[in-house]
């Protein structure tokens, strides 16, 4: 199984960027898709954004056209950039990965097995 450790959040402007990373140790990530959820104080985790083994992506509504997922499978690792960030973006993100070759649509919370522990990002001026 796959260990996942999430860096990179931290407080940023409205309008402004940051980018997380999500670094795998235990297995390579090749053959594992990757999401992004994120969960408000208060509210429900929510998928942001999915990577499959064959690069396709999805992204929410809410982020769509602002947010950039990418992986560097040399590098064992998953990024999210996020760019015009808005002070609704503020949340815990936590990266995690399905089973390997996992058919996997929408990121659904059940779908995803190996869990980081999750980095702050607030949007605040």
């Known amino acids: 199984q796959v260990q996942l450790v999430e860096s990179g959040g931290g407080l940023a402007q409205p309008g402004g960027s940051l980018r997380l990373s999500c670094a795998a140790s235990?297995?390579?990530?090749?053959?594992?898709?990757i999401a992004w959820f994120r969960q408000a104080p208060g509210k429900e985790r929510e998928g942001v954004s999915s990577i499959r083994p064959d690069g396709s992506t999805y992204y929410s509504e809410s982020v769509k056209g602002r947010f950039t997922i990418s992986r560097d499978n040399a590098k064992n690792t998953v990024y999210l950039q996020m760019n015009n960030v808005v002070s609704e973006d503020t949340a815990v993100y936590y990266c995690?990965?399905?089973?390997?070759?996992?058919?996997?649509?929408?990121?659904?919370?059940?779908?995803?097995?190996?869990w980081g522990q999750g980095t702050q990002v607030t949007v605040s001026s």
């Open positions: 235990g297995n390579t990530l090749d053959d594992y898709p």
């Open positions: 995690a990965a399905a089973r390997p070759r996992a058919r996997v649509g929408l990121p659904r919370v059940q779908d995803y097995v190996s």
